[in-house]
């Protein structure tokens, strides 16, 4: 074989692996390029990212086989690599697929790589050659080690000009907010109450890496801020502590600590360790707010050798609390004076008084009088997709929990419910990153649906077999219980269902790499 065309063959055969590859590269990007998530994405969706490249060799190694010439092999794999490329377009994303500069660096190299192993296969044998594409996953994974070292520079330079652009506002009040569930809320309602009094800039979604914060530092924060929340987010054990390091706050709250990500942290004892980073990085003189969970957030709280460390009920507490389809009602006290002021919020659930008490505890500790308390819970409005109501016409009540699910949440979520007249129906996956646990706390949740729902519609076939085995051990009738593939097929029962004065809720929606 000559040299040209091993070069043209090692061309054509590279870009093919990237291309066939999109979908895997989506993957990768869906788990913030961590290798060890990429490879469980790999492993959960064997379908999708296995036998795909494994096709488009066999494609070219039949080829090969037949006696075909050159031009004819290239351009049979070719064609499948764009049909593969071609379906990956197709698919719907509920996190689509992003072209960064970081991704682009990424291709850059793949291609790169992938051509030199391929001209070094195809050297040796063009069976070899035409094989590589089946290595797809490691082919990336290989590209993604080899840009790294550079990856890490470009985030060193953006973290130490998000630093300086900190330290350049030596007034600015930081917060930090952690836990295993309810930070993203809880960050939206300290942002609504504080701004009664102050300019606040919180981090914005789900914004908790410590790239993701940088770039709001670099490109949201002005010198009008008086106070910044981030919310800090861990799959791993040290990420709090690398965004404290970063943020540098004078206040933290952790709102919970229970069994989140354990396929990454193992146990919650790790998890409980792990938020725990964010009181560690706190000045001597700052402020720890705890959740009064009953359990280790108060663990925590008694670990923490701050002077100014709180919990809901020491500095204000709720009574009288009232809740319904409309919101919440109640009163809130200042615990040293007995001043009482009444406060009304949008909000669902009595759950919910307990983010608010936490962010009033710490709304006070940076002197907010009770009057400004009230008008920051009157401003509160339901988080997107986290127990959002919403009017879905022609007598029909829609409960939006679908960002995410665990095991408080989803208690929480169904005692919500269980408060709307009306046949009550959920749509639901069931929830995920629990671990080796995941099954259990999904049976659980089925045994705790059926004293709360009329009609369970469970999303996949197989994840949700736990939880429909919880529905028929707690006496569930089995004919409520509907089982189907997808997002798009609940939509279309739930249509030829539903009916004036039903409630649903949908409770988690999988991520694109959970999907079956």
């Known amino acids: ?71 004819v092999r290239l351009l049979l794999v070719a064609l499948m690599a764009a049909l593969l490329f071609w379906q990956s377009l197709l698919e719907k994303a509920k996190k689509p697929f992003v072209i960064t500069e970081r991704i682009r660096r990424l291709m850059a190299v793949h291609v790169l790589s992938a051509f030199v192993l391929e001209v070094f296969c195809l050297a040796l044998s063009p069976a070899l050659g035409y094989l590589l594409p089946a290595f797809e996953p490691a082919l990336l994974a290989f590209a993604a080690l080899l840009v790294q070292p550079e990856e890490k520079r470009i985030a060193r330079q953006f973290v130490d000009d998000a630093r300086r ?17 309810g930070k993203t809320s809880t960050k939206f309602l300290l942002r609504d109450i504080l701004s009664v009094r102050y300019s606040v800039l919180a981090t914005p979604s789900s914004f908790n890496t410590t790239m993701g914060v940088t770039r709001v530092i670099r490109e949201q924060l002005m010198p009008a801020h008086q106070v910044f929340i981030a919310e800090m987010g861990a799959r791993h054990v040290g990420d709090i502590r690398e965004l404290a390091e970063l943020v540098r706050p004078q206040i933290g709250l952790i709102t919970s600590v229970g069994p989140q990500h354990l396929d990454t942290f193992g146990t919650v004892e790790r998890v409980r360790d792990t938020k725990y980073e964010l009181i560690e990085g706190l000045p001597q003189d700052g402020t720890a707010v705890f959740a009064r969970d009953g359990g280790l957030c108060e663990e925590l709280f008694t670990r923490c050798p701050l002077e100014k460390k709180y919990m809901p009920g020491m500095l204000v507490e ?11 009602r109640f009163t809130l006290t200042d615990v040293e004076t007995g001043k009482s002021v009444p406060c009304s919020t949008h909000l669902l659930g009595e759950h919910s008084i307990a983010n608010l008490l936490l962010c009033c505890t710490a709304a006070r500790t940076l002197g907010m009088t009770l009057e400004e308390l009230a008008q920051g819970v009157a401003r509160c409005q339901p988080v997107e997709h986290r127990l959002q109501l919403i009017d879905g016409g022609a007598g029909i009540s829609i409960i939006d929990d679908a960002f995410n699910s665990n095991p408080v949440g989803a208690q929480a979520a169904l005692r919500v419910l269980a408060d709307f007249p009306g046949r009550r129906i959920i749509i639901t996956p069931g929830m995920v990153e ?9 049976r659980t949740f089925g045994g705790q649906m059926a004293s709360s729902v009329d009609v369970a519609i469970l999303v996949g076939r197989k994840h949700t077999r736990p939880i429909e085995e919880g529905l028929l051990q707690a006496g569930f009738p089995p004919e409520n219980i509907h089982v189907v593939g997808s997002l798009d097929e609940s939509t279309a029962l739930l249509h030829a269902m539903m009916k004036a004065g039903d409630v649903v809720l949908y409770e988690n929606d999988l991520p694109d790499n959970y999907s079956e």
């Open 1 to 71: 074989m000559g040299v040209i065309s091993i070069l043209v063959q090692a061309l054509v055969l590279s870009c093919c692996c990237v291309m066939g590859g999109r979908r895997l590269m989506h993957y990768f990007q869906l788990e913030s390029y961590q290798f060890a998530g990429f490879y469980r994405s790999v492993k959960r969706n064997t379908l999708r990212t296995v036998i795909p490249p494994v096709a488009m060799a066999a494609v070219g190694v039949a080829a090969l086989a037949l006696g075909a010439p050159v031009p």
């Open 165 to 181: 652009r900190l330290d350049g506002m030596p007034d600015l009040i930081r917060i930090g907010i952690t836990g295993s569930y």
């Open 318 to 328: 709720a009574s009288d609390v009232r809740c319904g389809p409309w919101g919440t």
């Open 434 to 442: 629990l671990g080796g646990k995941e099954a259990e706390f999904n």
